[in-house]
């Protein structure tokens, strides 16, 4: 069985579901193409990336970002406040934006469970407590939507909840044998 992968992080994305060029920086070009790990040359044509280039001389761009970057911040905060076991607040800006967990090592296990769901999101912080989202800048709203989904379901999945009340348990002994 097929599943859609999405990618909330577009240096892992290379090439988004819809084909286009996710990530393209030109100092990543090399000849032999085992040195560029993240594009797929398979899908990545010679023309699909001169029309990919093409794509960042629209000037709407900018203001198309900040439309979707409006939308992550409010639908990452639902997030927050739809899971307030996590601990969350918000980080970041424009479209790289992410939730910091008050748990250590919550995202990447967070982000394991997002993958097994079909959702490529980083985890950073000397913890692994953040969860990352950077969208490629040419991700739809419908894009967003999915996988602001796929990350909200993650976190209700029984293996994080589990996670999380052993935390909360292993805090509470804490506090009592203080």
Known sequence: MS????????LQSGVEYDNSPALFNTSFIAEDKKDIDYIDFN??????????LDFWD?????H???IKAQFLRKSLAVIVKRHPEIKGSLKGRGLTQGIACGISGLAKKIAEVAKENG????NYGENHEVIMIMP?????IYGLEKGLEIL????SNPKIQLMIRQYNSAQRQNIAAF
Do not use: A, R
């Not at 599943?3 to 992080?9: C, G, I, R, V």
């Not at 629209?58 to 900018?62: A, E, L, T, Y």
């Not at 909200?152 to 976190?155: H, L, Q, V």
């Open 3 to 10: 599943k859609d992968l999405y990618s909330f992080n577009d």
């Open 43 to 52: 899908v990545c044509n010679e023309n699909i990336v001169v029309e990919g």
């Open 58 to 62: 629209n000037v709407d761009i900018s």
């Open 64 to 66: 198309e970002n900040q």
């Open 119 to 122: 959702l490529l999101i980083g």
């Open 136 to 140: 490629p800048d040419s991700i739809d």
């Open 152 to 155: 909200s379901d993650s976190i």
